[in-house]
């Protein structure tokens, strides 16, 4: 990986193999990097930005390929004008009249597939370990908690609406245009200006009011929620269930330090939040230690300090090889 990224050019960024599989596949990886280095505001910070663009661009051009029935209509349309010319017995007249429909049936074609086709969807996806701050067209701001991802459209036709899998907190911006929808599995969570959280993990859906009004809605037949600030709503895919549950601003928004508020909290709860921010495989090898409850606060931000105060706390030995984890009991080498 190159290391004088502050003395590119913009041409020397499009050719950068690096640069390159960020704006066009965005890898946890890439993002990481490319977020931090835009985050440093380099000198060439221009240079990079007209990169950026030209090389979205390029990515978003594609072969024409129209379907068969829109060629079939223009050419319908183009033989109709043609029929509707007063007819010239000139044989000179007769080769400029095919010759202008060779030359206007592909630029039909052309516009009509600008016209027609599908708008980009943009995509934000923060790796493992990571938060992401996403600024929305509307200057809406986003926070992505770790292993999650958000697309949205650019909304030139004022319809608001993003889709989230993993976990985010919303900032909306209040807008002439009202509405401002956020899809997670099977939620739908409609705003008008207002701070939320959301986060949607295992076939379930929680959405947390900090401020604002909010209106939740799930499967079809389910009766939707309206949340007041400091309420939250739980949907289970599984159960078909939407339901308001008692929730308090310090649990559900501690992720936003990197931590985690424990209140009679579950082990196993504990175990799900180090997999969807770490990535771990987790093994316990004494399964009724995942039903003990904790009370406390847990800092996320540092594995290595999760790992040595969960083992302080839990009495157990935590035996860590790559990506997995073992619980071991507090006789046995480990952590």
């Given at each position: ?18 640069f ?7 890898t946890?990886?890439a993002?990481a990097?490319?977020t931090g ?7 060439n910070m ?9 090389l ?6 594609q072969?024409?390929a ?23 017995p000139?044989?000179?007249n ?6 202008a429909?060779?030359?206007l049936?592909?630029?039909l074609?052309?516009?009509?597939w600008f016209?027609l086709?599908?708008?980009?969807m ?18 809406s ?7 999650s991802?958000?697309?949205y ?13 993993g976990?985010?907190l919303f ?7 009202p ?6 599995g099977k939620v739908?969570?409609?705003v008008?200006?207002t701070?939320?959280?959301v986060k949607e993990r295992?076939?379930?859906v929680?959405?947390f009011?900090?401020e ?5 809605s799930a499967?079809k037949g389910?009766?939707?929620?309206i ?6 709503a739980?949907y289970d895919?599984?159960k ?9 601003k310090?649990?559900a928004?501690?992720w ?5 508020q424990l209140?009679?909290?579950a082990?196993?709860?504990?175990i ?11 093994i316990?090898?004494d399964t009724?230690?995942a039903?003990?409850?904790?009370d ?7 594995v290595n300090?999760?790992l ?7 009495n157990?030995?935590?035996e860590?090889?790559n ?13």
């Open positions: 990986m190159e290391t004088g990224y502050h003395l590119f050019t913009k041409e020397d960024f499009l050719e950068d193999a690096f390159r599989e960020w704006v066009k596949h965005a946890p990886a993002t990097f490319w280095f835009r985050d440093s505001a380099p000198p221009e240079a990079f930005e007209q990169a950026v663009v030209a979205e661009a390029i990515l978003s051009l072969r024409i129209p379907a068969a029935e829109v060629k079939a209509i223009v050419w319908e349309r183009i033989q109709q004008q043609l029929q509707q010319q007063q007819a010239v000139i044989t000179r007769r080769r400029w009249y095919r010759l429909a060779a030359v049936l592909p630029l074609i052309v516009t009509a016209l086709r599908p708008e980009k943009n995509k934000v996806v923060s790796a493992y370990g990571q938060q992401l701050r996403v600024t929305l067209p509307d200057s701001v986003v926070i992505l908690n770790a292993h991802e958000l697309s459209y650019n909304w030139k036709d004022g319809k608001r609406e993003v889709w989230l899998q976990e985010a900032n909306v911006s209040h807008r002439a245009i509405s401002f929808t956020v899809h997670a739908q969570v409609e008008l200006g701070i939320f959280n295992r076939d379930k929680e959405v009011l900090k604002g009004k909010v209106k939740v499967a389910t009766p939707s929620l949340l007041q600030p400091e309420e939250q739980d895919a599984g078909g269930l939407l339901r308001k549950a008692v929730a308090k310090e649990v928004l501690a936003t330090e990197s931590k985690m209140q009679q909290t082990v196993k709860d504990i799900n939040t180090l997999q969807d921010t770490y990535g771990f495989t987790i316990i090898e009724t230690v039903n003990r409850t904790i406390g606060v847990l800092p996320l931000n540092n300090n999760v040595f105060e969960l083992s302080a706390i839990l157990m030995k935590i860590k090889n990506d997995t984890l073992t619980f071991k009991s507090a006789g046995q080498r480990g952590f």
